[in-house]
C-alpha cells in the first residue's frame, strides 16, 4: 500500500525549523496493516533529532521517517494475533498507515479516549513516585507544570499524599489551568519575577521534592529553596533546549546542593514494561475515583501538519498531553 510519512530531512543544530522535516511518500506491505489514527508529540523527540544527541541510544537519521509512538486500528491482517478493527500502539510514528510482523503492535483494550495511551503518564509516575518517593507531608515544586509531564506529576503528587504542590507556567492562563483544573496548591507564571523569589513567598518552609523539567534558573531558584535532604527528580532542560549541548546541559550547582544535602535524581525518559503497567493501574483508579484529569491537547490535521504541531509544542503554545489526531 503506498502512504506519506513525515521524514527527517537533516539533523537539527539550534532552533528546529519546518525544512528539518519532509513528506514523503512509500510503500508499505507486512503481515499487519494498520491505519494510524493518532500520533504523539513531546519535547523530549528534540533531542533524538539532533547529530550531537546526547541520550544513550541512537539520534534519528536523515531520511528515515520519524518514529514514536502512535495510535492505530487494524485494517488487515494475516496473523491469528490481531484482528480488524483492533486497536493497537506501535512506535512507527508519524505516518498514515504502518505495516510488519503482528509482535511489532501492542494490542490496547478500547477506552473512550485512545489518547491516554500516548500520555507521558509513565515518566510522570515513575519521577514522582519511584525517584523522588513523594509521600505524605511533602511540599512539592513542578517546574514547567502545564506540560505534557508536569501537568500529570502534580496530579501524582496529590494523589501520593503531598501535603502541597507548587507549579511553574509560562502564562496566566496557564497558571489559572493548573490551580483551578488540576489541583495545584499555587502556581506561578515564570515569567513574572524571580522565580526563587516566588517560592519563598509560595514555600516560606522550603521545598523538599523538586520535579524538574525545565532546568536553568527555576533548578537554582528550586535549590535556594530546598530542605535540608530534598530529593530532586531531574527530567529535563526544556528552557535550554534549543541552544547548542553545552547550553541545553548547564553545569548544576553541585555546591549548593551539598550543603543543603540534596539528591540529584537524574532518570531517564525511556520505561520497562513493570513501570507503564504500574501507571495504567494508578491512573486507572485515580481517574475512576474522580481524583485525576487528564490534560491533553488534540490537534486535528493531515500528516502533513505534524511537524507544524511540534514546532508549536515546542514553543509552549499547548496544554497538557500533545497529540495529532490523523482527520
Known amino acids: 500500500m503506498i502512504t506519506r510519512e513525515i521524514r527527517l530531512a537533516a539533523q537539527i543544530a539550534g532552533a528546529p525549523a519546518l525544512d528539518n522535516f519532509t513528506v514523503a511518500t512509500t510503500e508499505v506491505d507486512g503481515e499487519v496493516l494498520v491505519r494510524t489514527d493518532q500520533v504523539g508529540l513531546a519535547a523530549t523527540y528534540l533531542e533524538l533529532m539532533r547529530a550531537d544527541c546526547t541520550i544513550p541510544v541512537p539520534a534519528w537519521q536523515p531520511g528515515r521517517r520519524v518514529g514514536v509512538a502512535a495510535i492505530g486500528t487494524v485494517v488487515r491482517s494475516d496473523s491469528p494475533e490481531l484482528a480488524v478493527g483492533d486497536l493497537v500502539q506501535s512506535m512507527t510514528g508519524w505516518s498514515e498507515y504502518s505495516a510488519g510482523p503482528a509482535a511489532q503492535y501492542i494490542k490496547l483494550d478500547p477506552v473512550a479516549d485512545p489518547g491516554y495511551y500516548l500520555g507521558q503518564g509513565p515518566t510522570a509516575y515513575y519521577g514522582m513516585a519511584d525517584v523522588a518517593a513523594v509521600g505524605e507531608g511533602d511540599v512539592v515544586f513542578v517546574s514547567g507544570a502545564a506540560g505534557g509531564v508536569g501537568s500529570l506529576a502534580g496530579q501524582i503528587a496529590k494523589c501520593l499524599g503531598a501535603a502541597r504542590v507548587i507549579g511553574s507556567a509560562g502564562s496566566p492562563a496557564k497558571v489559572d489551568y493548573l490551580v483551578n483544573e488540576l489541583g495545584y496548591d499555587a502556581a506561578f507564571d515564570y515569567h513574572d519575577g524571580s522565580a526563587a523569589d516566588r517560592l519563598r513567598e509560595l514555600a516560606p518552609e522550603g521545598i523538599s521534592v523538586f520535579f524538574d523539567v525545565v532546568g536553568g534558573e527555576q533548578y537554582q531558584a528550586a535549590l535556594q529553596a530546598a530542605r535540608p535532604g530534598a530529593r530532586f527528580a531531574l527530567c529535563g532542560s526544556l528552557s535550554s533546549q534549543l541552544g547548542d549541548a553545552a547550553e541545553r546541559f ?67 503554545s499547548y496544554r497538557g498531553n500533545v497529540s495529532v489526531w490523523l482527520s
Open 250 to 316: 548547564p553545569k548544576p550547582d553541585h555546591a549548593a546542593a551539598q550543603a543543603r544535602n540534596v539528591e540529584l535524581l537524574p532518570f531517564s525518559c525511556y520505561h520497562t514494561p513493570d513501570q507503564v503497567a504500574a501507571w495504567r493501574e494508578h491512573f486507572s483508579t485515580w481517574l475512576g475515583e474522580g481524583r485525576f484529569v487528564y490534560p491533553q491537547t488534540v490537534i486535528k490535521g493531515g500528516i502533513e501538519d505534524v511537524p507544524q504541531a511540534f514546532l508549536s509544542l515546542l514553543q509552549g
